[in-house]
């Protein structure tokens, strides 16, 4: 569906793509309700703009990924004392599949190694394979698990996997 490039692609010359280059830039409220419109369609579960806008508030480092107009994706992630807490990676569905998440994972984890950070963790959902196996591939080891740590249809709770990266 996108014109946009992946990110390895390049010209059939060797040279670069006249397409629009991806670039980061900080999620600021004025680009909320975008997010809030990706969010919805990519979780069926998603966060609300309460949500963000407590985490912009608590100065969280939170991205945005831009090709153009184009959202290709964000991050929302928490700063400890030697380690970073990864909240909430999203790739806007119609640019899944194109290597867009490790683009967000290499950029976490370089700003998270510039702050001195050792750790990088997340939680993601028991039922999502799919991003467990993107973490895995980007270096991420299984640690331990959540039980009953998300929200699930119809009052049900669905377990966590933990995950780290030692940076």
Do not use: C
Request: net charge neutral; charged share 20%; glycine share 8%.
């Amino acid at each position: 569906m996108s014109a946009l490039p992946t990110p390895s692609s390049s010209a059939a010359d060797g040279t670069a793509s006249a397409r629009p280059e991806a670039r980061f830039e900080a999620l600021t409220l004025d680009r909320l309700d975008a997010v809030l419109a990706v969010e919805q369609r990519a979780y069926s579960h998603p966060w609300t703009r309460g949500n963000f806008t407590d985490a912009l508030a608590s100065g969280y480092q939170a991205q945005v990924l831009m090709a153009g107009d184009h959202l290709l994706g964000y991050f929302v992630a928490m700063m400890g004392v030697d380690e970073v807490h990864l909240l909430n990676i999203t790739v806007t569905p119609e640019f899944q599949r194109q290597g867009w998440a490790r683009v967000l994972l290499d950029a976490l984890a370089l700003w998270s190694r510039e702050r001195g950070a050792q750790w990088l963790w997340l939680e993601v959902r028991a039922s999502n394979l799919r991003a467990q196996a993107i973490y895995q591939t980007h270096g991420f080891r299984r640690v331990g698990d959540r039980k009953r740590y998300y929200p699930a249809d119809h009052g049900q709770r669905e377990d966590a996997v933990v995950m780290s990266l030692g940076l």
